[in-house]
């Protein structure tokens, strides 16, 4: 019976969405004196958001937005209920897209230049998170969308569902969380204070680790290969789908999780 009215209910909403067929578009640009500004959080619906670094002092958040409607004048009148907001709040910033719930599709993207110190609060749904040269720290979650970090520092803590985490050049703590789809991670460098923790399902994860780390690992699957290559490597536990090693001293914890995958850990060249 639930089944039945789940299947109801989602052809009840496809036919509604069809009666939007007319997409309209619509950007804005705000600006905002980075000065006394320590973090900034940014949430939207159904779009991208983008952060770069920059050497102005400013902090530029460009606003792509769009909604749809049976024409061109209801799509105009579905535009005006997407309502960008902002908030100081002590030395945070937040910056938010709200629209309505319903069968009628909005979104809006996030594009974002700030001060590369600026700490990271990101949201977003149906929709990627990608992050460059910033090194004030990273909290980001999305659903249906990757995750891309490239030449970051801090410490990061990412989630998604059903997207790839692809982190190119990072250094600090990182946690990362998926399901459904892959975990490259390149840590470019982790101190002794500072660990790591991957986990996805049904997808490959591969690590790369700095030259000088010192690290306890601990890797786990249930279906396909763990390897570890390139370190001198002491074992604790050496089984087909568990490890636990040791690299150097043992002084940071990296822990990393898949069930349907294969888990490949080695130097970074």
């Given amino acids: 019976m639930k089944s039945q009215l789940h299947r109801l209910l989602c052809l009840s909403l496809l036919a509604a969405a069809c009666l939007y067929t007319y997409r309209l578009d619509d950007s804005?640009?705000?600006?905002?004196?980075?000065?006394?500004?320590?973090?900034?959080?940014?949430?939207?619906?159904?779009?991208?958001?983008?952060?770069?670094?920059?050497?102005?002092?400013v902090i530029t958040v460009e606003v792509q937005k769009y909604a749809y409607g049976r024409d061109k004048a209801d799509?105009?009148?579905?535009?005006?209920n997407l309502a960008y907001s902002d908030t100081v709040i002590g030395t945070r910033l937040v910056v938010k897209e709200s629209m309505p719930d319903g069968s009628r599709p909005y979104?809006?993207?996030?594009?974002?230049?700030?001060?590369?110190?600026?700490?990271?609060?990101?949201?977003?749904?149906?929709g990627d998170v990608t992050v460059q040269n910033m090194v004030g720290g990273i909290?980001?979650?999305?659903?249906?969308?990757?995750?891309?970090?490239?030449?970051?520092?801090?410490?990061?803590?990412?989630?998604?569902?059903?997207?790839?985490l692809d982190v190119k050049v990072h250094s600090g703590a990182f946690y990362g969380a998926t399901t459904n789809s892959a975990v490259d991670?390149?840590?470019?460098?982790?101190s002794p204070t500072e660990d790591v923790g991957l986990a996805t399902t049904n997808g490959?994860?591969?690590?790369?680790?700095?030259?000088?780390?010192?690290?306890v690992l601990e890797a786990t699957n249930t279906n396909g290969i763990l390897t570890i290559?390139?370190?001198?490597?002491v074992y604790d536990v050496q089984e087909e789908h568990h490890l636990r090693a040791r690299i150097g001293s043992g002084a940071s914890?990296?822990?990393?999780?898949?069930?349907?995958?294969?888990i490949v850990i080695r130097r970074r060249s």
């Fill in 28 to 57: 804005e640009t705000h600006t905002y004196a980075a000065r006394g500004i320590r973090e900034l959080g940014a949430e939207t619906r159904n779009g991208d958001i983008s952060v770069t670094a920059t050497l102005d002092s």
């Fill in 75 to 80: 799509a105009e009148l579905a535009l005006r």
């Fill in 107 to 126: 979104g809006a993207n996030f594009t974002i230049t700030a001060p590369e110190s600026i700490g990271l609060f990101l949201a977003t749904t149906n």
């Fill in 139 to 164: 909290s980001a979650t999305t659903t249906n969308g990757k995750v891309e970090l490239t030449g970051t520092a801090g410490t990061a803590s990412v989630s998604t569902t059903n997207g790839k």
């Fill in 185 to 190: 991670c390149d840590l470019a460098a982790l």
């Fill in 204 to 215: 490959k994860v591969t690590l790369l680790l700095p030259e000088d780390v010192s690290a």
């Fill in 229 to 233: 290559y390139d370190f001198t490597v």
């Fill in 253 to 262: 914890t990296i822990n990393v999780t898949t069930t349907n995958g294969d």
